[in-house]
């Protein structure tokens, strides 16, 4: 109960600030017009509409890749962990009878789910009246693509969190979570696929946590790789949940040793 309420106290904090958030939706969106109309001139005069990287798969490709940063690519840098710990607040939220990890982790899911309904919406709805919005042939496929998304959303969380609690240790994070934005944008897929990579660094990206926050719910979404994905995806939540528990123990050991 007390994490619902974490939640919506997060969304309705956010709600104040929705004008001013209709700038930024702006730029997002033409972000993507953008990066849509390279595509389109990169892949103009091929030739070849049976490819899988075809104008118009690239446009419903730069689309949902695009409305999908609101909700796992653009959050709070280290789930905002750094600013308590460098005011020392952080030692009051470890002393609350709840799982600091879920504490922190409720707060954002409410700005989550604000993006969701005053940014990746919207900006879906633009792309829908103008270039096009895929719509999956097969209704299954939507109720996969849903729960791919949920588990991209999960372990954006999870990078981000790891990236906040390295300030228990560094008190400073912005280079980390410099790194991380890249590698979520390169190794994820928002600039350029991941089966377009050279073959070594395709095989290496796909089986990262990266390729799970952006590249795999974007293409299962458009009925490109099978539901197997969700499998990697579901390994990797696994994974970097056991990280987060066991670095936010040693987190609030290392805050008691050193006086809290």
């Known amino acids: 109960m ?12 956010n709600l104040q600030y929705r004008m001013a958030h209709l700038i930024n939706n702006f730029a997002s969106t033409i972000f993507g017009f953008v990066f849509i109309a390279i595509w389109a001139g990169v892949l103009e005069g091929k030739g070849n509409t049976d490819s899988l990287y075809n104008p118009s798969t690239m446009t419903h490709y730069i689309a949902f890749t695009q409305v999908m940063l609101w909700i796992t690519t653009f959050l709070s840098p280290g ?14 939220d470890l002393m609350r009878p709840v799982s600091y990890f879920l504490f922190v982790v409720s707060q954002e899911a409410g700005k989550i789910c604000y993006n969701f309904l005053y940014r990746t919406l919207p900006i879906a709805i633009v792309y829908s009246a103008t270039v096009g919005f895929y719509l999956p042939r097969e209704p299954i ?43 979520l944008f390169g190794l994820g897929g928002q600039f350029v696929p991941i089966d377009l990579f050279p073959h070594w660094l395709g095989s290496l990206a796909m089986g990262l946590p990266f390729a799970g926050v952006l590249y795999y719910p974007t293409m299962l979404y458009l009925e490109q790789v099978s539901y197997g994905v969700l499998g990697l995806q579901a390994i990797w939540a696994i994974v970097l949940t056991i990280v987060c528990l066991v670095l936010t123990g040693r987190a609030r050991r290392r805050t008691e040793i050193q006086g809290g």
């Open 2 to 13: 007390v994490y619902w309420l974490l939640l919506v106290k997060s969304f309705r904090r």
């Open 79 to 92: 789930l905002g962990i750094h600013l308590q710990v460098r005011t020392g607040a952080v030692s009051l």
């Open 141 to 183: 496929t939507c109720i996969a693509a849903l729960l791919s998304i949920l588990l991209a959303v999960y372990i954006g969380l999870l990078l981000f969190f790891l990236v906040g609690l390295t300030s228990f240790w560094t008190n400073e994070i912005s280079g980390l979570h410099n790194v991380l934005i890249t590698l």
